[in-house]
């Protein structure tokens, strides 16, 4: 009779902490963690790649409060991209890459570009990024239904506009908004072309969420889930192109040859996007993850209240156990 060594295992709800004395207040608690050698994240929250979890609005609702959202898989490589430009472009200290339109384009496009990014107004530019004008809610406020295929030009606010110049700091902007009475900034070079947006709901937000996950630009932080199918790569580049902050190649088996060489060929192609493998639940698979360039390994196999890959496959490692193990390498 063959017989194995069986090793004790525990998972959260096994243990408890051991009180000890601080003196440390609850409001100077600092919980702030890396998820990746290069982002930082302010909760220790990240939410779950899974379709009835994170879309762009929890992905938003987390970074704000300090944690990172992991956009799920299961649409479109475009929808996918789309989900991940909405958290992008949710809030910024300066939107580098505002959303325009031409001023020939038509109210009804206008409108449902403002829809999609759930904006309030988009620039005007001409064929060289010239700012010309500016659409806002308050423009189309009494529109008909029978203007709706009319140029932009019409009902746009023209030019000279209140704008401000590359490299206006964020006091100056509050400054200029504020004497002005206006809620949006275009910001241009010496030449009137765009290069960026500055608005006071983005400053609101900025101080109501002062906790926030963010990226260099001001920009919330959100990741991607990726699979190990044919279309992989091109939904990589597609993520990448949406300003994507993180790529999570999950899969409910990460410890497997289909998942290094996903990692390794997206670190070797991109090198300057942090990637995560998973899942796995042994030091043996962290350490492949490791080795294969990633930058984050996602630890847990079935430890889910609703999860049934251990009941159904019988597989699994109790998850204080397999946190421990990938620690160790």
Request: glycine fraction near 8%; proline fraction near 5%.
């Amino acid at each position: 009779m063959l017989t194995f060594p069986i090793e004790e295992a525990l998972t959260f709800d096994d243990v408890l902490l051991l009180p000890q004395k601080s003196d440390v207040l609850p409001h100077e608690t600092d919980v702030s963690s890396y998820l990746t050698p290069n982002i930082k994240v302010n909760i220790p929250l990240v939410s779950a790649a899974m379709d009835t979890v994170t879309e762009h609005r929890l992905a938003i609702a987390l970074a704000r409060e300090g944690g990172i959202g992991i956009i799920h898989r299961n649409m479109s490589i475009e929808d996918q991209m789309r989900e991940v430009e909405k958290v992008k472009k949710a809030e910024s200290g300066m939107i580098t890459d505002p959303i325009t339109i031409r001023p020939n384009q038509s109210v009804k496009e206008a409108l449902e570009i403002m829809s999609i990014y759930k904006i309030s107004g988009v620039p005007v530019v001409d064929e060289e990024n010239k700012l010309v004008g500016i659409l806002t809610n308050r423009d189309l406020r009494f529109i008909h239904k029978k203007d709706y295929e009319k140029p932009v030009y019409e009902f746009m606010t023209k030019a000279p506009l209140v704008t401000a110049k590359e490299g206006i700091s964020l006091d100056e902007a509050i400054d200029i908004l504020q004497k002005h009475k206006v809620e949006k900034l275009p910001v241009v070079d010496d030449e009137g072309r765009l290069k960026g947006l500055i608005t006071i709901k983005d400053i609101v937000k900025r101080k109501k969420y002062p906790n926030a996950c963010k990226d260099s630009a001001g920009r919330l932080r959100v990741g991607a889930a990726v699979g190990v199918g044919p279309d992989t790569m091109e939904r990589v580049k597609a993520l990448i192109s949406a300003k994507v902050d993180v790529i999570v190649v999950d899969t409910a088996h990460g410890h497997s040859v289909r998942v290094l060489e996903t990692v390794e060929k997206i670190k070797g192609e991109f090198p300057q996007v942090d990637v995560i493998g998973g899942n796995v639940a042994t030091a043996e698979a962290a350490e492949d993850l490791i080795k294969a360039g990633a930058d984050g390994v996602k630890v847990g196999i079935g430890p889910g209240s609703i999860c049934t890959t251990r009941i159904v496959a019988g597989i699994g490692v109790p998850q204080i156990t397999a946190i421990s193990k990938c620690a160790e390498v």
